[in-house]
């Protein structure tokens, strides 16, 4: 008999050694894992699929929207807020829109920008702290952040601030009606612009965009005159207050009206030498901007740099 065989199963066994392994082989341990190991690798592959569905959840869902710097200050009526943030704080969360019922108003107060009031049948759209849109309703803002960083859309007009107080008022349609306290507030849409100074105000339209501001004590009839587009009434109305409405003229007429507006406007300002008629019916810019500076407003150097912001 191999001795190795014995030992390691190497080299070749005797014939009885054979016959004794054939003899005892149906007696041969053989290992078998208990019943519960085999239901304890269920439980497992179970949980981990559960993980996996978890984590691919997760991922697909979006990040909960940013929270902008407005906060609710006071609320008085039905007021809802709705987005895609739970309003469980007071702050009001980029993408949500805060809307007021018949009898309702809203205080909102950001400490970099400044305070906000939002009349009843109202409704705001925060886009982030510094951009706003209103939808419909009345939204009464005193900025305190520096000029040219708060923004408040609507769908005829971007009111821009530039230091001021201001009451904006938006219809069902899109029109609006945009009044200064004090300061400055730019209306933009397209290539049209208005600049309304404290005391004045200017209406917008989806169809044509800002319209020609006026004083809010300019006489009644260039008040009218402006929104039937009545030059003729609008030049003999025409306090030498009101050349801020003919200087709006002047830069949106057509160019074979524009030489009466320059004759009366030259008549209620005074006017460097360098202002040429001709230059200014052909709307040359640096003419344009000598007229506005005749005004004794802020200078175009001031508003021409927050106009190369927007």
Known sequence: ?????????????????????RTLAPLRYRHQPPASAGRSHLWQAAAAAVLLSAVALWQLQPPPAPATGWQVATV???????????????????GQSLQTGSDAQVSLQSDAMGKLDLGPDSELRAASTRALTLHRGTLHAYIWARPGLFTVDTASAKAIDLGCEYTLNVDTAGNGLLRVSTGWVAFQHGGHESFIPAGAQCRTSKRDGPGIPFYEDAPPALQSAVDRQDIPTILAAARPLDAITLWHLLTRVPQAQRGPIFDRFQQLVQLPPEVTRAAAIANDPATIDRCWNALNLENTDWWRGWERKW
């Open 76 to 94: 008085a009526g039905s007021t809802r807020i709705a987005g895609n943030q739970a309003a469980v704080s007071m702050s009001l969360h980029s």
């Open 1 to 21: 008999m191999s001795d190795e065989y014995l030992w390691d199963r190497s080299g070749k066994p005797d014939p009885e050694i054979e016959a004794i392994e």
